[in-house]
């Protein structure tokens, strides 16, 4: 039973360490799971039933609604988990905004549908109707995320993982395999995504709903503005940094390369998003409300990293090595002219990721100025190089996007270390337990690779062998590179909170 809880009585408390946030983690990390695997057959049937140019197409329109839900609430999802006490004024002020601001994006995206074709003719000339149908994502997005997001306050993910998995088998399942068989092409993949967005909000209003009343004042909506802006400039750079890849891709090299860039960047992205936003998910409540003791942020920031690329970093390195098993029964044998563009794809996953936990400590630390001015140049250096550096068709691609997100990483770290006291040794230290995973996994699924393809199995036998090969590596090496250890030091991790004033 989903427990349904006013926010007009006490504020959760805070975790006193990293063990009593652990049911946040198992659930977070239980739903990214059932993403993942519920992604992986509607993934592999669509590949079958849809070009890669249908998949290009769709990328093109989503990179643009992506940039319109990203800004869908000012930042204030991100500052509605930040603060520490909410008024019901104040939620009204963030339902009224979020109504005005979304209609206001949806329109936009309205008006910018009939240009599209001729902007990006490359994407076909559908491309237009498909932005004008998903125009009304931003508004079904806000209202569902600035729900969840109460949600995530309380480190409730029993109740995300419900609503987030009812969302995929509203979307790929019950919409876009249907529509796909019936020869709607891309059209499939806009009415999946448009129901996915319906479910969150639906759901998401159902267990968390916003009031619209008592209206609030003038002070409590500029309030909310002050707050959020912060936020609202770091995911808007975001919003543009993920969307540069697909529209210039698109331009460069057309419709079918985009959608095969697309298809590997789901196929990498779904396993380390299981480890990486599970992360991310959690320790953002957690670190805001630990922020009066650096010390245990600090130490919070530095355990998590490590656990972070001791499971990431030989998930990198096996997906490098298995590239051409993953794409032959994921995709089919229509998609292998995308297997140079794979290893790529993957590097460049790992560096993507593997910077978050650092990115979210700051971010609960209140460092959003330095970390847009990060992101800004970020975003100028992927511009230069992808604009101004040569780089030879696809396979080449993400290689140029890991370039810019290694920039990314050390500049993170950085930051989190000049605001925590950690030294580049200590960042260093947390690294060594991926060391022995990452050579063993890595080394291990080669040969294994090359064993299954001179046995001519069954893809997706080869693929369930050479995963089983893989999960037996890391649970041998894991623990002997010190991954226990790393674990057991976070486990005893303890938040001291502020002392009371005295009267």
């Not at 993942?36 to 079958?48: D, E, G, V």
């Not at 950690?422 to 080394?443: A, E, Y």
Request: glycine share 12%; net charge positive; with cysteine.
């Amino acid at each position: 039973m989903i427990r349904r809880e006013s926010h007009r009585g006490k504020e959760p408390e805070a975790p006193a360490g990293l063990a009593e946030a652990l049911p946040a983690f198992y659930w977070s990390f239980g739903h990214r799971l059932g993403q993942a695997l519920l992604q992986i057959l509607p993934t592999a049937i669509l590949a079958r039933l849809l070009d890669p140019a249908a998949y290009g197409a769709m990328a093109l329109v989503l990179a643009l609604v992506r940039i319109a839900q990203q800004l869908t609430d000012l930042g204030w999802t991100s500052a509605l988990v930040q603060k520490e006490r909410l008024a019901p004024e104040e939620l009204a002020a963030l339902l009224r905004g979020t109504l005005w601001l979304n209609g206001t994006l949806a329109l936009g995206l309205l008006l910018l549908a009939p240009a599209l074709p001729a902007l990006f003719p490359q994407a076909g000339p559908e491309s237009g109707w498909l932005l004008a149908l998903l125009a009304l994502s931003p508004l079904l997005s806000g209202l569902g995320q600035s729900c969840l997001a109460l949600l995530r306050r309380d480190l409730d993910y029993r109740s995300l993982a419900g609503i987030q998995l009812a969302a995929l088998l509203a979307g790929p399942v019950g919409v876009a395999i249907p529509l796909a068989l019936s020869g709607w092409g891309a059209w499939s993949l806009a009415w999946s995504h448009l129901a996915q967005a319906a479910v969150i909000a639906l759901a998401g209003w159902r267990l968390r709903p916003l009031p619209w009343s008592p209206a609030p004042t003038w002070r409590q909506a500029k309030g909310w503005l002050t707050l959020g802006g912060g936020f609202y400039l770091l995911r808007g750079v975001d919003a543009l940094r993920g969307a540069v890849p697909p529209l210039l891709i698109v331009a460069a090299l057309g419709a079918a390369a985009t959608g095969r860039f697309d298809r590997l960047t789901l196929l990498v992205f779904l396993p380390l998003e299981y480890f990486g936003s599970a992360f991310s998910q959690v320790l953002f409540p957690l670190f805001s409300r630990w922020r009066g003791d650096r010390r245990a942020v600090a130490e919070g920031v530095l355990v998590a990293h490590g656990l972070m690329a001791s499971l990431l970093l030989p998930l990198v390195a096996g997906m490098m090595v298995s590239g051409p098993l993953i794409i032959a029964a994921l995709l089919g044998e229509g998609w292998r002219e995308a297997a140079p563009m794979f290893w790529g794809v993957a590097l460049w996953g790992g560096v993507h990721f593997l910077h978050q936990t650092a990115s979210v400590a700051l971010e609960s630390l209140g460092r959003l100025a330095a970390l847009v001015r990060q992101r800004i140049r970020h975003l100028a250096l992927l511009l230069g190089l992808l604009l101004f550096v040569p780089w030879n068709g696809e396979s080449q691609f993400p290689l140029v996007l890991a370039a810019a997100d290694l920039y990314l990483l050390a500049s993170c770290l950085r930051m989190a270390g000049a605001a925590l006291e950690i030294s580049w040794g200590q960042w260093g230290v947390v690294h060594g337990p991926s060391l022995l995973p990452t050579l063993t996994v890595g080394g291990g699924l080669w040969f294994t690779a090359g064993l299954l393809e001179r046995a001519a199995l069954n893809p997706w036998l080869a693929l369930g062998c050479q995963m089983g090969a893989g999960a037996a590596l890391l649970a041998l090496s894991w623990p002997l590179g010190g991954g226990v250890g790393l674990w057991r030091r976070g486990m005893t991790l303890r938040h001291t909170p502020p002392a009371a004033p005295s009267s």
